[in-house]
T-cell receptor, first 114, second 112 residues
Framework: DSGVTQTPKHLITATGQRVTLRCSPRSGDLSVYWYQQSLDQGLQFLIHYYNGEERAKGNILERFSAQQFPDLHSELNLSSLELGDSALYFC?????????????FGPGTRLTVL | DQQVKQNSPSLSVQEGRISILNCDYTNSMFDYFLWYKKYPAEGPTFLISISSIKDKNEDGRFTVFLNKSAKHLSLHIVPSQPGDSAVYFCAASADSGYALNFGKGTSLLVTP
């Protein structure tokens, strides 16, 4: 158990809908990262938050947004969903923003868009 | 574009032998490299890392080698055990603490 929790574990929805994925980092970790793993793909970095502030963006679509709350949990919002958004979404956390620290991953949320 | 490449999608090794997983990268700005292990229905688990100022890092049965001139790293598992069967991801970072760039993974099967 990495200490990172993600809910829900599975999510099935229809095209055009909006969903919210939730992540709680390990206790004491200030950084939260979101990654997407599509079929046959490695993990693609989406966005990084540090202590409530957005720090870096990767291959995140404009239909997607995220935030990190004062209690450090984070939410990833996906809107106008398309079939291609079906993927595993992982959240990871680490202690500090700039340090050689490994990231600890949650179990992921499997999103299926029908 | 894929900046971290794991060209072997799968690898099968006998229990007790050495497993060697390879990874190549293209971005010369990468300065920190990690290996993650992933079981089905679980998130990736950190295994071992290496900074670009080193060429080798060892942790028990796991050793990572870095060849900066060749932009290549490898993970050695000795001896391999059936419980090592999982997907192994190589990852790299250009500025520590930020985004990790992952390869597509190598599925390792250790047979008894």
């Amino acid at each position: 158990d990495s200490g990172v929790t993600q809910t829900p574990k599975h999510l099935i929805t229809a095209t055009g809908q909006r969903v919210t994925l939730r992540c709680s980092p390990r206790s004491g970790d200030l950084s939260v990262y979101w990654y997407q793993q599509s079929l046959d793909q490695g993990l693609q970095f989406l966005i990084h938050y540090y202590n409530g502030e957005e720090r870096a963006k990767g291959n995140i679509l404009e239909r997607f947004s995220a935030q990190q709350f004062p209690d450090l949990h984070s939410e990833l919002n996906l809107s106008s969903l398309e079939l291609g958004d079906s993927a595993l979404y992982f959240c990871a956390s680490s202690v500090v923003r700039v340090s050689y620290n490994e990231q600890f991953f949650g179990p992921g949320t499997r999103l299926t868009v029908l | 574009d894929q900046q971290v490449k794991q060209n072997s999608p799968s690898l099968s090794v006998q229990e007790g032998r050495i497993s060697i997983l390879n990874c190549d990268y293209t971005n010369s700005m990468f300065d920190y490299f990690l290996w993650y292990k992933k079981y089905p229905a679980e998130g990736p688990t950190f295994l071992i890392s290496i900074s670009s100022i080193k060429d080798k890092n060892e942790d028990g049965r796991f050793t990572v080698f870095l060849n900066k001139s060749a932009k290549h790293l490898s993970l050695h598992i000795v001896p391999s055990q059936p419980g090592d069967s999982a997907v192994y991801f190589c990852a790299a970072s250009a500025d520590s603490g930020y985004a990790l760039n992952f390869g597509k993974g190598t599925s390792l099967l250790v047979t008894p």
